[in-house]
């Protein structure tokens, strides 16, 4: 079965008892990846995926406290680097924090990240732009600061797990065959702002025209043809595939279409810039707040981005699925 044999409506449904807040993704076939934009996107794919129930949204602040009050975890940027794990760093950078972003004051070079990212000590999921800052009032925006085992340590605790890429990009299209956005083709259809990425010069002037410079309530823009919120922009959201620069070609059979491909091989997610580094890296999906034309157009369901596991940002968010029967 092709997305085009059903509608959306017949596709996904609201939860039932078994997983009550998750949305029913059937399986069917899509074209994954694209040839128009980033290199890493191409090439276009099919493959299959079987169904799954899907979370409308990212994890909040609010279910995170519940998991951290449940359990006593504390994450990765809470927690002193072990030195044993970074050879060669200096000694007074091995302190817990993680990376916020920091607008320019002026126009910089774009291909310089330092100019708007700074590892900030004492910046975690409750302080997210640093340790004077805080989560009130921020209980429905999407925890942030949450490295890949944090994500998946939430996700065993609520009997759940995260998405390969092949599942999360074909419940992000949410029944559009090739489309360039989740809602379509426009980015802005008749103006309207549908969701939350950055407008005006990057990294140092945001217009905030969508309504917000940072995160966003999650359920603010409105839902994809599955009912699922927030896939694109907003923030990254972990898959659990390691990262490869390029997805593999089409079979030349028919009947050898990959079937819940599994991505990349994690001796192959090394970044190749940093060979002296071997930290591995985990497929990132939907884009966020900072994506701009002038500089990140990865609000689209075939975008993808590597980030390696010990790494947590202002940016970075996650949501869970639930393998099994509808």
């Given at each position: 079965m092709t997305l085009c044999d059903a509608a959306p409506s017949q596709r996904a449904t609201r939860a039932n008892a078994t997983h009550p807040d998750m949305i029913w993704i059937a399986g069917g076939g899509f074209l994954m990846g694209s040839n128009l934009h980033y290199a890493e996107e191409a090439p276009v794919h099919r493959v299959i995926v079987d169904g799954f129930w899907m979370d409308p949204a990212p994890v909040t602040n609010r279910a995170f406290s519940a998991f951290v009050a449940d359990t006593g975890h504390v994450t990765l940027a809470e927690r002193k680097p072990d030195p044993k794990d970074y050879p060669g760093a200096l000694p007074h950078m091995l302190r817990a924090g993680s990376l916020v972003f920091d607008p320019a004051p002026h126009p910089v070079s774009l291909d310089d990240w330092s100019q708007w990212w700074k590892f900030k000590f004492g910046a975690d999921w409750r302080h997210p732009y640093g340790p004077a800052s805080s989560i009130d009032?921020?209980?429905?925006?999407?925890?942030?600061?949450?490295?890949?085992?944090?994500?998946?340590?939430y996700a065993r605790w609520a009997g759940k797990s995260?998405?390969?890429e092949a599942q999360w990009e074909y419940a992000a299209r949410g029944g559009l065959e090739g489309a360039e956005f989740a809602w379509g083709d426009e980015l802005t259809p008749?103006?309207?702002?549908?969701?939350?990425?950055?407008?005006g010069a990057f990294p140092f002037r945001n217009s905030s025209e969508d309504g917000f410079e940072r995160t966003s309530p999650v359920r603010h823009y409105p839902p994809n043809g599955y009912?699922?919120?927030?896939?694109i922009?907003?923030?990254?959201?972990?898959?659990?595939?390691?990262?490869?620069p390029r997805h593999a070609a089409d079979e030349p059979k028919a009947c050898c279409i990959p079937r819940n491909p599994r991505g990349g091989r994690e001796k192959r997610s090394y970044d190749p810039a940093l060979p002296g580094i071997r930290i591995p890296r985990k497929?990132?999906?939907?884009?966020?707040?900072?994506?701009a034309p002038s500089y990140c157009r990865r609000y689209r369901p075939a975008a993808r981005h590597p980030e390696p596991i010990d790494t947590s940002t202002c940016h970075v968010g996650f949501r869970c699925i639930v393998e099994g029967d509808a």
């Open positions: 009032g921020l209980d429905d925006h999407p925890v942030v600061h949450v490295a890949y085992d944090d994500a998946q340590a995260l998405p390969t008749d103006g309207r702002h549908m969701a939350n990425t950055w407008q009912g699922l919120f927030d896939m922009g907003n923030v990254w959201e972990w898959t659990r595939d390691w990262y490869e497929v990132l999906k939907g884009g966020s707040f900072l994506c």
